[in-house]
């Protein structure tokens, strides 16, 4: 389960070569409106390429969307010498990614995650999916790309909300890492991005995510630590969700990676300096979610919710310090209803 | 992609133990119609698991069907600690181990194939799928089953016809190994049915599926080796099923492997006398698929759209002898035309 992933800033020719490569009969590239407005037109080997287009945004990363892109894949004569580009964010990388994989039983495709989020998070670990019956990527295969190629030069196409989101991932590999990479995340400029120092940046973070993954690949223990903030931030996003104000991805698992490191603190003796920078960082990039203590037992039904979790109870990734991450972890009530308290001190709601 | 094949007509033991070992917290049983009402009450290991029937037959083997499949998963509460056990045919373990394989990204599965042709091919080897757009098992994955029970003590639940179709994969098996395997093949009775002496006969004929499969588990080189007697077959079978009189999977390929073995004759000497025994004993076993020369066109176009053809050739497995495999032909279609002739004069039609 390993994915040759190449950074770099030059898609065109890195793209060019892995098709010459290749010796595909058909290159089929899979976009949303938008990425097929503004990045497709910068990539010049693809101009020939069969284009499927697919509508963006998670609400339609389903079983509906990933048959009409069989259907077309049939249409334009794919065969298993085709290859597949996904160019977009988490969902078309997903949704393609399973067309790709279950399409005559697996063609090759490329992923260009052309957002923050995707590129450090989606695009890698070999995770593809769909949503079904509301459920989140609850359909899906683990399958590699060909490859995938990580850039920066993309991201001036997207809004700064996209690119805090994908940020929060970030931050979240600079915790299972070390102090000195968080540090450096939270001393970084989010806005105004610079290209480079971006590239480096996402670097490091994939390489954290890849050697978990690579000890784990089908996520039976280890793999759990890039869980860390996701049993409450896959809460919040929920709640949001179901209060007609979705939040984006990225800002929940920013708070939630907040609510866990106080959690972690409790009960594995995380710093509570380190938890204070956290805070600090998350209040004044992402603001804070909003609650109160009437909201804590509708929160916590969606904790026990969470795939990840067993026989009803919540089940949380946690830390004893940067980088030293201990999984499987049950969680009291008592326990979340504490932290929830400590959570709207420090965010100051 | 490696499967752990269990030979044995205790299945209810076998079973009881795996899914004691597994330690599951639910189990899940996939039926059709026939398999619930025949096989289901003699395993009574399964008799608190939940059940999902789907309809029976290759026509059902659809993305609506394994869409009501994964939608009866999430009901009975499936998790990633589930195992789905698929109990029938090859339409049954084809689309649960699609099923199972993509749901939640992939769930453990127990195949037990409850007719020859299932037990003898789409068991083994790690092909799962659907029909898509008219195409077989064109949406699909290459997945691991737990374990595949393989038994002969549910044939006795058998049409007859059903029985003679599966003999003709392990015909071609025989053909594929040597010699003594093939006449021991053709020496034997189909009908009656001697439940202890088959099962003998059908672990020799996994072994060579087993052999093959591990040498190339994606379909990249030798395994085409299996392929062999399909090509043709293949396109008799979509010609009777245009023609409004589908004929069984199974005599097709009967059919088919006398067809490439008169190939393997004219281009690669495989031995007239072989030629002649095979001929004989699909002649008295399967009758013969009737076609004239006006047939001819058709069925080479049906062959040049075989899954395994590229750019618009014909592509066949041959033999120069039993167990001495060629595969990736290129056939003209002054070879097919003459083939078609010798094979008419072969069946006496």
New interface residues.
Partial sequence: MTQKIIYSNQVDTTLMTIIGVGNY?TVIVLVDENTRRLVLPRLHCLSEAHVIEMPSGDKNKT?DTL?AV??QL?RCGA???SLLVNLGGGVVTDLGGMAA??????IDFVNVPTTLLAAVDASVGG???IN??G?K???????CARSVILSTCFFDTLPIVELKSGYAEMLKHGMLSNHSDFMELVESDIIPIELESMLELLHKSVKVKEEIVEQDP?EHGQRKALNFGHTVGHAFESKALADGSPVPHGYAVAWGLVVEAVLSHMLKGFPSADLYVLAGFVKSNYGAFHITCDDYDELIGLMRHD?KS??GEVNCTLLASFGDVRVDNSIGDDDINAALDIYRDLMGI
Same sequence: chains 1, 2.
Avoid: H, P
């Fill in positions: 009969n079983l048959t069989w259907q049939e065969t298993r010498k994989a279950t399409f005559k039983r697996g995770k593809t999916g079904f019956m459920l990527n609850e359909i899906g295969v683990f399958a089908k795939k067993r026989s």
